[in-house]
């Protein structure tokens, strides 16, 4: 238990679908990151937030946006997804600004499938 | 692309210690080098970081020669739970302008009966 907790854990869903990705940390604090994890590839850094500000986003298409109300939730927002987004995607925190010598605090998942 | 590499498969028995080299011709001057371990299904968890010489915790030791091009993760007496993948990190630039982490394919480590 690192204290990152997300839901769902699995995720089935058609291309023409709307759903969301829940992501809340219990840990205080004020970083959070959202990435994507396909098979057989390094994990893809996508979002990052700070105090609930935006600070990174790393090239990503728009049928993924990001919402972050506070410092401890963080949201992935998907529509139209395609096929090769299926991928696990990990939702992360770390204690200050973002700082990427800071230790992250990463959450189980949600196991995606798009069909 | 990540700054480092490592060996993308290591095969071991129980019981041995396992040395884990990652190169990282291009540190920064101020970088720490870290290490996570994901298993399968499961997001990374952070294992240890150093910045020189030696750093040891209850699950594992660093070393870092001095002039810190590479890294060597040690587990020693390694169990069949140590399965697992094993990432070294350091910093790098995006192209967005931000300083961060960027993960490579790691090593996958098998620890065999």
């Known amino acids: 238990e690192t204290g990152v907790t997300q839901t769902p854990r699995h995720l089935v869903m058609g291309m023409t679908n709307k759903k969301s990705l829940k992501c809340e940390q219990h840990l205080g604090h004020n970083a959070m990151y959202w990435y994507k994890q396909s098979a057989k590839k390094p994990l893809e850094l996508m979002f990052v937030y700070n105090f609930k500000e935006q600070t990174e986003n790393n090239s990503v298409p728009s049928r993924f946006s990001p919402e972050c109300p506070n410092s401890s939730h963080l949201f992935l927002h998907l529509h139209t997804l395609q096929p090769e987004d299926s991928a696990l995607y990990l939702c992360a925190s770390s204690q200050g600004e973002g700082d990427h010598q800071e230790t992250q605090y990463f959450g189980p998942g949600t196991r995606l499938l798009v069909l | 692309l990540a700054k480092t590499t490592q060996p993308i498969s290591m095969d071991s028995y129980e019981g041995q210690e396992v040395n884990i080299t990652c190169s990282h011709n291009n540190i920064a001057t101020n970088d720490y080098i870290t290490w996570y371990q994901q298993f399968p299904s499961q997001g990374p968890r952070f294992i240890i970081q150093g910045y020189k010489t030696k750093v040891t915790n209850e699950v594992a030791s660093l070393f870092i020669p001095a002039d810190r091009k590479s890294s060597t993760l040690s587990l020693p007496r390694v169990s069949l739970s140590d399965t697992a993948v094993y990432y070294c990190?350091?910093?790098?630039?995006?192209?967005?302008?931000?300083?961060?982490?960027?993960f490579g394919t790691g090593t996958r480590l098998k620890v065999l009966a």
């Open positions: 990190l350091v910093g790098d630039w995006s192209t967005s302008g931000t300083y961060k982490y960027i």
